[in-house]
């Protein structure tokens, strides 16, 4: 029996969960792999401890959008190296999305996702089922089977679902399943094309626009099929104040709704495309947006018409990005930036509270597909994320555990690290020379810590 | 070097005064075609390739003959023929140009920022020969250059362009240009033609032909790609020459003396009636030998001309 199975301390930190109410000094008391008391002044009893003064303890982080890639687009990133990105990110539980190739259509496909996750380590790993089968918006997957074989939510993310009818069904099955349906709304008509927003610097650019209105008609549409069916639709990566303002209605009428919203859309705006020179990275699926779409999106987070942060973490190949602006892919690498551009460029100007951003990235998104994280309650797995707000680092995509080094922030200076990620009272990610770490720490199962994925040549 | 950036990837990117020092050279160099014998010395020894993913007659004819007129090399390379044929990706052609030595490329692409693309990754200077539907430098050069010829200025001028303004690199780059250079720009098209927040680059946008037309100086007539019809954004051509075409009425609209362009090819009796394209107001032929002069112009101040006295 080694030391830390007697349960040890994670002492001296400044405790934020929302979800129990905590925000203060506490330690945090973890044995078997369970939190057992949060507060100041625990009795330490003898037990080891953890020192983390001067840094922030939250809940384990989750972000119900993430694309793995695997299976069929390894070169792009798998669950392994996805996961060890999420690990690294803060990230102890991500909500796997189903347009991989194939499609994540069947109960074989959500079993295969989930033995690899578990073999690949300890950061937990939810499928979404596709809605329609090989997402072609034709014929409902089966989502029932699905559904048993463990996905938490159903979604054709990265195509919209054309058919009205089509979504309503899909609505009333995913309801009768008691699960969502998260809806990537984008009226695949208007935004036929279009690379970039549409407005002044579309125009200046000379690259084809995606209105606003592209997003908001599909919010629309689906909050009203919402209030037919009386299911639930979460709509991804909402980025654009029109569209917040049909959420924040249908919301006050009552509708089953929840949305998310991205770090990149909340950060940065379509200027970002001019301002890099037509820079690929910042070609992302819906475009970035103007400056008061950003504050919109913003400010809705901070009232709760907007749920939660999903980083709709994209990774791609150089190839795929180092290319032509209107043939590169869409998205961008986002689970190993997202806690310090939410920290740097919304908690530290004062956009978003830090209670708020952290609800945003724990208990909100978990309770948007009612996942068993977010918290450290008493009982809770001892999953948490230690972060250093003090130590600013330059974002080197070199260094992302992800194959996937797309990112418009590369040279970003942030604060805001994870240095320590706990799942189950174990180490999932350690940011070496950030905080020493006790020999008797054990790693978490199964994760290959050592072995650093390398980008492919 | 007498231009600020080793490229011209648009007017976007040039100050006033590097537009009027590339006037004011295209003037030497207009002289310089006038001659019998055309051919200078200046450029001996140097490389300009140009390297076209779309079609083109004059840009690259122009292009060339301003390269050879100067003494350079020249090496054409066209999709059609090229390695991009077989799946060559452009970061690799960047490669090979680079590797070959090319001192200039002259780069006409279907891409929006292709041009940026590929002078991030080469030394040659990149000269823009059409982007997408983003800028078309060298056309609204030596369209400002004509201008001036004949107006002497460009400062308080009003011109009007008319046509499909979305999809042009030509009305862009003017516009912008043109609003650099001091004078007011007008444009006119349909609606549907029209991309949002032209205020903003600061031309006035209409979508009847006619007040936009109302006491210009220049007429400028863009040619309609007759692909946008299929995409439903005008209903018909017939309707279009109706509606936007320049005729002898609306070209009366504009002063006695007001020019006539186009930057070709022209669409005769779409964007412009015959009556009009091959009367007394049109410069559209000498467009293209100002195309020449302006271009020879570029390659001289881009290679090291004009900054030493030289």
């Not at chain 1, 008391?29 to 057992?36: C, K, P």
Request: glycine share 10%.
């Amino acid at each position: 029996m080694s030391r830390s199975d007697r349960g040890f301390v994670v002492a001296g930190g400044t405790v934020v969960d929302p979800a129990s109410g905590v925000l203060g000094p506490a330690d945090v008391l973890i044995s078997e792999g369970r939190v057992r008391a949060v507060g100041g002044g625990l009795s330490r009893d003898g037990l080891p401890v953890l020192d983390v003064s001067g840094r922030l303890v939250l809940p384990g982080l989750v972000d119900i959008h993430v694309h793995l890639r695997e299976p069929g687009e390894e070169w792009k990133e798998d669950i392994a190296s996805g996961t060890r990105a999420a690990a690294a990110g803060g990230f102890v539980a991500v909500a796997a999305m189903a347009n991989t190739r194939p499609p994540i259509d069947s109960a074989a496909a959500v079993s295969f996702v989930l033995d690899r996750a578990r073999s690949a380590g300890p950061v937990r790993v939810y499928p979404v089922g596709a809605v329609t089968k090989g997402q072609k918006g034709e014929e409902l997957a089966e989502m029932g089977d699905m559904r048993q074989a463990g996905a938490v939510a159903f979604s054709d993310d990265g195509q919209p679902i054309r058919s009205a009818e089509m979504m309503r069904c899909a609505l009333q099955y995913a309801g009768m399943l008691g699960v969502p349906v998260i809806s990537h709304c984008q009226d695949p008509d208007l935004s036929a094309g279009g690379l970039m927003n549409l407005g002044l610097t579309s125009t200046r650019l000379g690259l084809r626009g995606i209105p606003t209105q592209a997003e908001e008609v599909m919010v629309y549409r689906d909050l009203a099929l919402c209030a037919l069916t009386g299911s639930r639709v979460h709509i991804a990566h909402v980025s654009a104040a029109d569209s917040v303002e049909v959420l924040r209605r249908a919301r006050a009428r009552g509708v089953n709704a929840t949305a998310e919203a991205t770090p990149h859309h909340l950060i940065l705006t379509d200027r970002a495309v001019e301002e890099s020179r037509f820079d690929a990275a910042t070609r992302v699926d819906p475009p970035l947006r103007s400056e008061a779409d950003r504050r919109a999106l913003a400010a809705a987070l901070q009232e709760g018409v907007i749920d939660c942060i999903a980083t709709d973490h994209a990774p791609h190949h150089r190839d795929d990005k180092e290319v032509e602006f209107a043939y590169a892919a869409s998205g961008i690498s986002g689970l190993e930036t997202a806690l310090p551009l939410i920290y740097t460029h919304l908690v530290v100007p004062g956009a978003l509270e830090l209670g708020r951003a952290v609800a945003c990235l724990t208990e909100g998104p978990a309770r948007v597909l009612g996942l068993p994280h977010g918290t450290l309650a008493p009982g809770a797995s001892a999953d948490l994320v230690v972060v250093d707000v003090e130590r600013e680092m330059a974002v080197d995509p070199m260094e992302f555990y992800s194959r996937g080094k797309n990112t418009p922030f590369a040279g970003w200076r942030l604060r805001g690290w994870p240095v320590l990620t706990l799942i189950g009272g174990a180490v999932a990610y350690h940011r070496p020379g950030w905080l020493k770490l006790p020999e008797w720490l054990e790693p978490a199962g199964g994760l290959g810590l050592a072995g650093r994925v390398a980008a492919p040549a | 070097m007498p231009l600020k950036s080793k490229d011209v990837l648009g007017l976007k990117e040039m100050e006033p005064s590097e537009i009027e020092l590339v006037l004011d050279t295209a003037a030497s160099m207009r002289d310089i075609l006038g001659r019998t014998i055309k051919k200078v010395p200046t450029l001996r020894g140097r490389t300009v390739v140009t390297l076209f993913y779309e079609a083109s007659t004059r840009t690259r004819a122009s292009f060339e003959l301003a390269a050879k007129y100067l003494s350079a090399d020249t090496i054409s390379v066209t999709a059609a023929t090229s390695s991009v044929q077989k799946g060559e990706t452009l970061k690799d052609t960047a490669r090979t140009l680079e590797v070959m030595g090319a001192d200039v490329v002259v780069m006409r692409h279907p891409a929006s920022g292709a041009c940026h693309f590929l002078a991030s990754r080469v030394r040659a200077s990149v000269v823009n020969g059409g982007d997408g539907t983003h800028e078309h430098p060298t056309q609204a050069l030596l369209d400002m250059f004509t201008i001036r010829r004949h107006k002497g200025r460009l400062k308080g001028l009003v011109v009007a362009i008319v046509g499909d303004i979305y999809h042009s690199r030509v009305a862009r780059s003017n516009i912008i240009g043109l609003v650099k250079m001091g004078a007011e720009v007008r444009v006119a098209g349909p609606a549907t033609l029209l991309p949002p927040c032209l205020e903003e680059l600061g031309a006035r946008a209409y979508s009847r032909v006619e007040p936009a037309l109302e006491g210009a100086d220049v007429v400028m007539a863009l040619r309609l790609q007759l692909e946008r019809q299929q995409r439903g954004l005008f209903p018909s051509t017939r309707e279009y020459a109706r509606l936007y075409g320049i005729d002898r009425n609306r070209l009366s609209l504009a002063r006695p003396d007001a020019l006539l362009m186009h930057p070709g090819p022209m669409n005769r009796g779409v964007e412009v009636c015959s009556y009009v394209a091959d009367g007394p107001a049109s410069v559209i032929e000498e467009q293209v030998t100002n195309g020449v002069a302006v271009r020879m112009a570029l390659l001289y101040l881009l290679l090291g001309g004009g900054g030493d006295g030289s």
